[in-house]
């Protein structure tokens, strides 16, 4: 029998076709968007504030159904302007899962935050809710309606659910959690633009949701990001803050409390406004590529691939294996022979505790989180392998 890493190589080959070279997700640029651009340099907008970006920042609202939507300059951004909107303060702890982008960690830390890794389940990648609240139960108290780490004896104030690879969380159990110990929730939805959990938009179900538009996902500004609102006075804010907190002024500029240029550049926001009218025909092709990818590995044994959940809708951003049994122990020869090959395959993040700067904060038993790191592998899954737009 041929090598698992010839028989992955082949299966997708057949599946994403010849192309020499298979990036793990290109952007697809056409024409609309270089006319949105030449317009942007025609006119001189090409900084932080332009029609461009409100117009995408209502086409956004018009997608996901959010109330609001104020964009960034990129998902990190977004990220901490929501843990300074809730009013994240030094010393608080954020419950951050453990397979996840540094941007949620990072983004605590910038407010003087402590991010407290949680496990995370094999089923959507999401938090593992059962075991959380069993760890919490045994490690927190509520004094006064705060939660309190018994062994910190800092103050609990949130949860970042992260939507891995663009596949939802189960939201619902994680809201009835949130609810009994008084959490915020700040979904972390940079890779889920169009998935949905029981018919809302990702990102519009905890108190903001945030989103990222880097030049990998499967609509790009370049770099970008937006913040997801229903609630008015968390609107008002984080558009203050992201616009380094100025005073309306009819002449002088002034500030009342610290803010972050953190302004999407109209620019940017032109891509944007070009992308957003193709998303439904990039994900109805990623999913069309799901689907092929899941009927080609069902021949291969040793792996399965990452479904999404009942009730949800997955964008399936990035296509994703699960080697099985003891075949972990061939995922670096699959990853190398596969680049070999011109197929650029990716490895899992790396357990976020296991990062030098952060393995001393806070954290449960990890053990699916580092079970799957070293099981997983995210195809090629840019949405021309299927049909140029």
Request: glycine content about 6%; some cysteine; charged content about 25%.
């Amino acid at each position: 029998m041929a090598s698992l890493s010839k028989r992955l190589i082949c299966a997708i080959r057949e599946v994403a076709g010849k192309r020499k070279k298979l990036f793990l997700h290109e952007p697809s640029l056409g024409i609309e968007e270089t006319k949105n651009l030449k317009e942007c340099v025609k006119t001189n907008m090409v900084s932080s504030f332009g029609p461009f970006v409100e117009k995408f920042e209502k086409s956004i609202c018009n997608f996901t159904k959010s109330k609001y939507a104020i964009s960034t300059n990129n998902g990190t951004s977004a990220l901490h302007i929501a843990l300074k909107v809730i009013g994240l303060k030094e010393r608080e702890e954020v419950l951050i899962p453990a397979l996840n982008y540094i941007a949620s960690t990072n983004a605590t830390l910038y407010c003087g935050g402590i991010p407290h890794f949680v496990d995370i389940n094999k089923q959507d990648l999401g938090i593992d809710v059962e075991k959380l609240e069993d760890y919490l139960e045994k490690n927190t108290k509520l004094v006064k309606n705060k939660l309190i780490n018994k062994i910190s004896k800092n103050i609990i104030r949130a949860v970042i659910p992260t939507h891995v690879y663009g596949n939802s969380m189960d939201l619902d159990k994680l809201i009835h959690l949130c609810k009994k110990y008084n959490l915020k929730i700040i979904e972390d939805a940079a890779e889920a633009i169009g998935s949905t959990y029981k018919g809302k938009h990702l990102g519009t179900i905890g108190d903001i949701g945030t989103l990222s538009f880097n030049g990998n996902k499967i609509i790009t500004t370049g770099g970008g990001g937006m913040l997801l609102i229903n609630n008015t006075n968390y609107s008002n804010l984080a558009r203050h803050l992201t616009t380094v907190a100025k005073e309306k002024s009819k002449f002088f500029i002034g500030h009342d409390m610290l803010g972050y240029n953190y302004k999407l550049p109209n620019t940017n926001a032109a891509l944007g406004c070009a992308q957003i009218k193709k998303v439904h025909g990039f994900i109805k092709l990623k999913r069309q590529l799901n689907q092929r990818y899941a009927k080609e590995f069902l021949k291969i044994p040793e792996v399965e691939i990452l479904k999404e959940k009942k009730g949800s809708k997955s964008n399936y951003w990035l296509n994703t294996l699960i080697l099985k049994g003891n075949n972990y122990k061939y995922r670096d020869r699959i990853i190398t022979e596969s680049h070999r090959n011109n197929i650029f395959l990716r490895p899992a993040w790396r357990c976020l505790s296991q990062n030098k700067y952060l393995k001393n904060f806070p954290k449960m038993n990890l053990s699916n989180t580092v079970n799957l790191q070293k099981r997983i592998l995210n195809l090629p899954s840019s949405p021309h392998l299927i049909s140029n737009i």
